[in-house]
């Protein structure tokens, strides 16, 4: 009786599902000021003495683009990897949090403050922007590499708790935890921007005051996990250290480049148009300030169920690669209704909204589990963190392209000299990402026929 009741930690099922809930809250948080100034577009391009920023859509695209550029252009992101597979996730996950912390905080005083001298030129590009713009954006940038080191260290620890149990389950709720993050943001930015008299920077600060707590709920996982490693000391095999030159044995593999391209050109499809949905809100389906986030929150509240859903679908029946191609079409059919001009009813935006959900649930459901199939688990952190490298490129480019468009191709002037915008263009560009994602899906699929990865049988071991 005794020795039940003494059940180790790294055997017991509620341990790491409490681990789970407590990364996951982690997640929420930072996502939560991932998005926190989508819903604020329309209030960023208001004059400033109307109370708004001054800024123009492709100064929010290139503040937008910023999540990625030191991901991409510095290779933060790969080295974070390498620091994960050679540190552990304890270590790897507090760093990430304190750069998050630090790009927020710069994030957030470069919003609330006012400039005597508003611009400047950007060497080498000879480029003016307004110093504001590109603060801010800098410190976007530096919260980038810790929220995507932050995310790799989370897929880790769930593949380290959970392997041979619950993982695509588990990954999904992980995942759906994040996406409630998304639909605060979404929701909630616009309510507390209008109570502090259109204040842009009040959001910033609650949600930098909500990471100070997510990570102290980290640190309470730092805890149990350095307790569950002392635990499976004695018991676990050796595992062959990490070594630079695995990175090529990573980027050899045929599966590893179909996911990581099917990962950028989805997420692509996805991810920028939350930056700019509220904006469509507004501009096409005529939905007010107030409200224009409200429609595309429901795309992550969504997924809080079927994201788990699909998961443990994939758990216990397989068919990996069939959820992804099933999800990538779904990301087509929603675009492209998106872009015919005359569907502009609210109902018809809230309806492609639920569609778009369940595809946004359906791909990384049976994306990220996939990936340690392909996989060994000591080289996993470097190729999460390839795979993430590999995505910044589209969450830095695409928000960017979409502001350009907008600005040069799709600006409507009034007579009464306001601003609104056709979507149609941006729409089709997300479209034909999602093409380009059906194609990518197949591929993979067939790469699984061939290398027997398993994509498409059950996680859970019998």
Not at 32 to 53: H, N, Y
Not at 88 to 104: C, D, K
Not at 293 to 320: A, C, E, H, Q, V
Not at 433 to 444: E, W
């Amino acid at each position: 009786m005794t020795d039940k009741i003494r059940t180790k930690l790294s055997e017991s099922k509620s341990a790491r599902w409490f681990v789970l809930a407590l990364v996951s809250f982690t997640m929420l948080c930072g996502y939560f000021l991932t998005d926190v100034m989508a819903p604020l577009k329309s209030l960023l391009e208001l004059p400033i003495e109307a109370g708004g920023l001054g800024w123009s859509s492709s100064d929010y695209g290139f503040f937008t683009s910023a999540y990625g550029w030191f991901n991409v252009f510095l290779l933060m992101l790969i080295f974070g990897g390498m620091i994960l597979d050679k540190m552990g996730v304890r270590f790897t996950g507090v760093m990430a949090l304190f750069i998050m912390v630090a790009g927020i905080a710069m994030k957030y005083w470069a919003i609330s403050t006012s400039y005597d001298d508003p611009t400047l030129i950007i060497p080498f590009i000879d480029k003016e922007i307004g110093r504001q713009v590109l603060y801010a954006s800098i410190g976007y940038a530096i919260f980038g590499v810790g929220i995507e080191i932050a995310g790799i260290t989370v897929s880790k620890i769930i593949v380290k708790w959970f392997k041979g149990k619950e993982l695509a389950l588990a990954m999904g709720l992980e995942m759906a935890s994040a996406r409630i993050g998304t639909a605060l943001a979404m929701g909630i930015t616009p309510l507390i921007a209008n109570a502090f008299n259109k204040s842009i920077s009040m959001p910033i600060l609650i949600g930098l005051l909500l990471l100070c707590v997510g990570f102290l709920s980290f640190l309470v996982f730092v805890v149990m996990d350095k307790r569950h490693d002392a635990e499976i000391q004695d018991e676990a095999e050796e595992e062959e250290p990490f070594r630079f030159r695995d990175i090529f044995d990573i980027i050899k593999l045929k599966g590893f480049w179909l996911i990581a391209i099917l990962c950028v050109l989805f997420y692509s499809a996805v991810f920028p148009f939350l930056k700019y949905a509220p904006d469509l809100m507004i501009n096409k389906f005529h939905v007010s300030e107030e409200m224009s986030g409200y429609i595309p929150s429901i795309l992550p509240m969504g997924t809080l169920f079927l994201t788990p859903f699909f998961g443990n679908l994939y758990d216990r029946k397989g068919k990996g690669a069939t959820i992804m191609i099933l999800g990538a079409c779904l990301i087509v059919f929603v675009h492209s209704m998106f872009a015919i001009p005359f569907l502009n009813n609210w109902m018809i935006a809230l309806a492609l909204t639920v569609v778009l959900g369940i595809a946004f649930s359906l791909v990384p459901s049976a994306m990220w589990p996939s990936v340690p199939k392909i996989i060994p688990e000591n080289k996993l952190g470097t190729a999460y963190a390839l795979i993430f490298w590999i995505q910044n490129w589209g969450l830095s480019g695409v928000p960017l392209l979409i502001g350009i468009v907008l600005d040069k191709y799709c600006k409507i002037e009034g007579p009464d000299g306001t601003i609104s915008y056709d979507y149609t263009y941006p729409m089709m560009i997300f479209a034909a990402l999602g093409v380009l994602s059906i194609i990518v899906a197949v591929m993979l699929k067939r790469e699984d026929a061939k290398k027997h990865f398993g994509l498409q049988l059950p996680n859970m071991k019998s």
